[in-house]
């Protein structure tokens, strides 16, 4: 997870793809203790029902999430693949809605993506920076500040997997379809390796 240099940095993660719990989870550190802090702080509490979370940043209600999406391409070089998604809709704690626009309620869409680096050349592709177009209207940039760094620059076979994180307006309940638009990788010389860009449809009915 991205650590940003202010007095309190906020890590946001939220786990489709580290395991089987599915949480947004926060943590309170600073920024010269951040290891420490990690290692120390203790879990956030978890209601009853284990498809809401309570944090810090506030109430997170999860609305759907499928485990088994199959979509992966070969990109060149670049071998990508779209394993998990997940939407719910977050009550934004009133000292975090700086951080939203205001906004006292944001859904929350969140895929795992994983990218690997085939070859020994260095690659650049920036999954982390896609465009969701919902079958609501709203066509948004993924968040880096929240979202797990999964792209940049791949110097030889490296592999990453991340969380990526879009905040929309419209309801989790009101969400159908969504396009998740992608710009192909490129090689050190900025000539493409693939395709320009690359389209997906993500089906997210409950």
Not at 15 to 23: H, Q, R, S, Y
Not at 65 to 80: D, V
Not at 157 to 164: F, I
Request: with cysteine; charged share 30%.
């Amino acid at each position: 997870m991205k650590r940003f240099g202010l007095l309190v940095a906020v890590p946001f993660a939220l786990l489709v793809g580290c395991g089987e719990a599915d949480e947004l989870k926060t943590t309170a550190t600073d920024t010269e203790d951040v290891a420490e802090a990690e290692a120390s702080a203790p879990e956030e509490a978890t209601t009853e029902n284990e498809d809401v979370q309570e944090s810090e940043l506030g109430t997170n209600k999860i609305y759907m999430k499928n485990k088994a999406l199959t979509i992966a391409e070969a990109m060149g070089p670049i071998q990508f693949a779209i394993d998990k998604v997940q939407t719910s809709r977050l009550t934004v704690a009133e000292a975090y809605r700086d951080s939203f626009d205001g906004q006292e309620e944001v859904t929350v869409v969140a895929m795992n993506m994983i990218v690997e680096n085939t070859v020994d050349e260095t690659m650049s592709f920036h999954p982390n920076q896609a465009t969701l177009v919902t079958n609501t209207g709203e066509q948004v940039s993924s968040d880096l500040w929240f979202s797990d760094d999964v792209g940049g620059e791949f110097l030889g076979k490296v592999k990453k997997e991340g969380n990526v994180l879009f905040f929309v307006k419209a309801k989790p309940e009101e969400l159908t379809d969504l396009k998740v638009v992608i710009d192909g990788p490129f090689n050190e010389n900025f000539d493409k390796v693939a395709e320009d860009r690359y389209e997906y449809t993500l089906n997210v009915t409950k």
